[in-house]
Structures are given as structure tokens and as C-alpha cells.
């Protein structure tokens, strides 16, 4: 009967103990894993009613990365569109901050390569001598001698504590988070052009009421001249008629000067020198969209700046691992081989060949606190992005509350003033036909023209501000949704369709 050597009897169940115990060192990783910071936001925005809400709950996970459309088109303006895909191309700070996330993902690969051997290879030739004196002298006349080496090493730190799992997790997260940084450097750009244009344009329209109404008070100094011509006004009348068209006049030119910085804030923001763009004034046409607001959990899921917050809050929990690790021994396996001979012609040959191969387990038994101090350290810098975190999530959280209310009451304040301007109309309207009847003189006219003008501007502004905060209201959701609701035309009554009327 043919027995098994008892070497080979004990080395499978040595071997099998082995892997079996390095697979369950490999599967260790010290330091806590993450959870996400416990926050409650609440069942549904205190200031949506009226708003499109979404029935149920569910729990956050964060899509700041996901495509958010162009949700600038919402506000019906072709030009619009081509500026704000040429900020996507051309704009600088979006590519600062993609230059920042490549960096990133350099960091994590980096990382990465802590889990696989550090492979060097060397070669070299050195030349010795000795004099006659020396004892190491050969005694034979020749004291030089030439030594040729070729040398492979081989070295690999063990993870058994899971410090580069640990590590490479942070990276990862910080990688994230430079994502989400992009996301919303991209997002704020956008913000800030769309905001600008929608205020030049509204310039624009305030521009085209200001001119039109020069041109409606320079009738109507014309005609209280013909008046005063034939004896009906008198010279006060024709003074008061050219105030009010040097005024308004003075009005118009002041708007260059604004609409021009909102070129040059536009230019900037499209990475070109303000000398090289410019734009034209077109006809009013923007269109206030309607915003869905969803849950305040889906903020968690949408907001970059939020995302990237609890990403940097998950980094810095990784880092706990990486710190803790350091208590533990490292296991390093090394391995160096080569040839090394006097004798170039006889350097790879089997006699001039070297190796070694071993363990090495470091441990430091004594650091004066160091290590205590780098955990502490760490965990003090994850409960500094936890709440960093927290309090991301509760500003996003009123800024939405913050546009919600304002664009309500705009809403509100819109109609009021729809009333106040029909009422500034019909009142000038009445005053023109006494000045006509020759009950009245210009001053009364002029006082009432001046209010109707200024209805008429605040009413633009009330459109303008309603407008950018239509643009804020999206920026705090997180972006825009693909399938928005057909939005809505600007109320016509806000929109000048008329100017002050010449006195005929």
C-alpha cells in the first residue's frame, strides 16, 4: 500500500488555512463605514401651495449628476439658447472646474495603486580600486576591479487593515464631490446668464417705452406751441411740455450705460473679451415658465452643492479607516533577484545569480500620541462635514422657500398693479381730452403723464424680477426637469402695449 509523503499529507491543509486566513484579513478594513447624516426636510415646502407637489416620500439618493435638459429653453427665447450652449463650451470658470475634477480622478487612481506590487528594475557598473597599502589589496599588481550588476525587485504592502481600501474610498468621494462641483459651477454660469439676459432684455423694453415716450412728449410740446401760437396756452405750458421730454430723454440715456455692463457681464461669461461681443435689441418675447417643486427630499437628490457636501462628509468618514489603520502592523512582502558579477561576459550566467525573498511586519510601538491625535483629528473633520452637510441641505432648503414666497407674492403683486396701471391709463386718457377742452393746463397733464410712466416701468420691473426669480427658483431646485409643463405667456397687460398717447 502506497502511503502519501507526510509533507505532502500536511501541506493542502496548510495551504487551504492559509488562503482561507488571507481572505478574511483581506476582507478587514477598520474605521466605521459610512452612513449618510440622519437630516429631516420635511414632508413638502412650507411655501408651495398653490404649487405642483408629488403625494408620498421616499428616501434621498443623490442624481446630481443626471441630465437636467436645457432648462433655459423654458423661456422661449432663441438667443438664449445659442448664448447659454456657447457658455457650456467656452465659459472659464466651468473649465477651471473640470480641470479640478480630472485632478480628482488622478488623486483616486493614485490611490488605486496602493493595491498592486511596486515592480523596479536597476543596471549599473562600477569601478573600484584600492591602494598597494591596503589589505584588501590582491597582491598580484592589479588593485582595480569591475563589478556589473542587473537587479529586478518586487514589493508589496499587504491591505490587511484595509488602509488603501480605506484611502482609495475617500478619493473616490472627493472625486464625487469634484463632480458635483462641476455640476454646479456649470449650473451657476448658466444661472448667471440666463438672469443677465432676462434683465437686458427687460433694459431693452424699458429702453423702447422711454424712446417712445420722448417721441409721444415731443408731439405734445409741439402741439401746446401751436396752442400758445394762437393765444390757448400759455408760456408755462410750453416750458412744463419741454422738462417732461428733456426728462424722459434723460431717463433713456441713463439705460446705456446698464444695458452695456450687462453686454460685457454676458461676454465675460461666454469666455470673450467684452470688445468683441456684442448684442442687438430684439423684440420682447420671454415667457414666465411654470416650475414643478416636487419634494424637499428630491433636493437632496438634485442640488450639487448638497451632493457634493455629503460627498466630502463621506471622504472625510473614510479617512477615519485610513488614520485607525495606522495602529496596526503593515505586512510587507519584498522580493530582489538579479546577477552580479567582475566579469561582464559572465554576468548572466547561473553562477553570478543572486536572490531573496521574505516578510517584513513594522509596527510602531511608541509615538508620543501621535497616531491617538490623527484619529481624534479625523473624526473631528467628518463631524465638521457632517454638519457642513446638514447646513447645505438647510439653505438649499430656504432658498427654495425663499423663491417660493417671492414669486407668490409677485404673483399677487402683479395683479394689484395690472389694476394700477388700466387705472394710470384711463386717468391720462380723461386729463388729455380736459387739456383738449381747454379745461386744464399742461401741469396737470404732465403730472398725470408722469404716473402713467412710472406705472408702466414698474410694471416691467415687477416682469423682470419675477423673471430672474423664476430663474433663482430653478437654480435652488437643482436644475431643470426634461418635460416641464408648456409654459405660460407673460401676462399682456404687463407688457406695454401702448405709450403715453400724444395730446392731438
Known amino acids: 500500500m502506497i502511503r502519501p509523503k507526510p509533507f505532502a499529507a500536511s501541506f493542502l491543509p496548510r495551504s487551504a488555512v492559509t488562503l482561507a486566513l488571507c481572505a478574511l484579513l483581506g476582507a478587514c478594513a477598520v474605521g466605521p463605514d459610512y452612513q449618510r447624516p440622519a437630516l429631516d426636510v420635511g414632508a413638502s415646502y412650507k411655501e408651495g401651495q398653490g404649487q405642483e407637489q408629488v403625494d408620498g416620500w421616499k428616501r434621498a439618493e443623490p442624481r446630481d449628476v443626471a441630465d437636467r435638459g436645457k432648462w433655459w429653453q423654458v423661456y422661449g427665447d432663441e438667443t438664449l439658447n445659442t448664448l447659454v450652449e456657447r457658455l457650456n463650451t467656452s465659459n472659464q470658470t466651468i473649465a477651471q472646474a473640470e480641470a479640478n475634477y480630472r485632478q480628482a480622478l488622478g488623486l483616486v487612481r493614485a490611490a488605486r495603486a496602493g ?5 523596479g ?16 589589496s590582491s597582491g598580484n599588481g592589479s588593485n582595480v576591479s569591475n563589478q556589473y550588476s542587473v537587479t529586478g525587485s518586487v514589493s508589496w504592502e499587504l491591505d490587511v487593515w484595509g488602509r488603501v481600501r480605506r484611502s482609495t474610498e ?13 455640476a454646479a459651477t456649470r449650473l451657476s454660469a448658466q444661472a448667471a446668464l440666463v438672469q443677465t439676459y432676462l434683465q437686458l432684455r427687460v433694459l431693452d423694453e424699458q429702453k423702447r417705452l422711454l424712446d417712445a415716450t420722448v417721441a409721444a412728449y415731443e408731439k405734445s410740446l409741439q402741439l401746446t406751441q401751436n396752442r400758445y401760437d394762437v393765444g390757448v396756452a400759455g408760456q408755462a405750458d410750453i416750458a412744463v411740455a419741454r422738462t417732461q421730454v428733456e426728462s424722459t430723454r434723460a431717463q433713456s440715456i441713463d439705460l446705456d450705460w446698464q444695458r452695456g455692463q450687462y453686454e460685457h457681464a454676458i461676454a465675460v461669461l461666454m469666455g470673450q473679451a467684452p470688445s468683441q461681443f456684442s448684442l442687438p435689441p430684439a423684440v420682447f418675447a420671454l415667457q414666465l415658465p411654470q416650475i414643478p417643486v416636487g419634494l424637499p427630499s428630491e433636493l437632496l437628490e438634485r442640488r450639487p452643492d448638497i451632493a457634493a457636501a455629503e460627498r466630502r462628509a463621506a471622504a472625510a468618514n473614510a479617512q477615519i479607516g485610513v488614520a485607525e489603520a495606522a495602529w496596526f502592523p503593515s505586512l510587507i512582502l519584498s522580493a530582489d533577484g538579479g546577477f552580479r558579477n567582475g566579469q561582464f561576459a559572465d554576468l548572466l550566467t547561473a553562477p553570478a545569480r543572486f536572490w531573496s525573498l521574505g516578510p517584513a511586519l513594522a509596527l510602531t510601538l511608541f509615538d508620543g500620541g501621535a497616531r491617538a491625535a490623527q484619529v481624534e483629528q479625523a473624526r473631528a473633520a467628518y463631524d465638521s462635514q457632517a454638519a457642513a452637510y446638514r447646513q447645505a441641505a438647510l439653505v438649499g432648503l430656504r432658498e427654495v422657500e425663499d423663491y417660493l414666497i417671492q414669486l407668490r407674492v409677485m404673483e399677487n403683486e402683479q395683479t394689484v398693479q395690472r389694476r394700477a396701471l388700466e387705472s394710470a391709463r384711463e386717468s391720462l386718457r380723461l386729463i388729455q381730452n380736459q387739456y383738449k377742452a381747454g379745461l386744464v393746463d399742461y401741469l396737470s397733464v404732465a403730472v398725470v403723464d408722469a404716473t402713467a410712466l412710472n406705472s408702466e416701468r414698474n ?13 433663482n427658483l430653478i437654480v435652488a431646485l437643482g436644475g431643470g426637469w426634461d418635460g416641464l409643463p408648456a409654459v405660460q405667456q407673460a401676462d399682456a397687460a404687463l407688457a406695454p402695449a401702448s405709450t403715453t398717447a400724444p395730446v392731438n
Open 121 to 136: 528594475a536597476s543596471a549599473g557598473m562600477s569601478r573600484a580600486g584600492v591602494g598597494t597599502g591596503s589589505s584588501s
Open 170 to 182: 475617500s478619493s473616490e468621494a472627493s472625486a464625487a464631490a469634484s463632480l458635483a462641483d462641476l
Open 115 to 119: 493595491f498592486y506590487p511596486t515592480v
Open 459 to 471: 410694471a416691467l420691473s415687477l416682469l423682470g424680477t419675477r423673471l430672474v426669480a423664476s430663474v
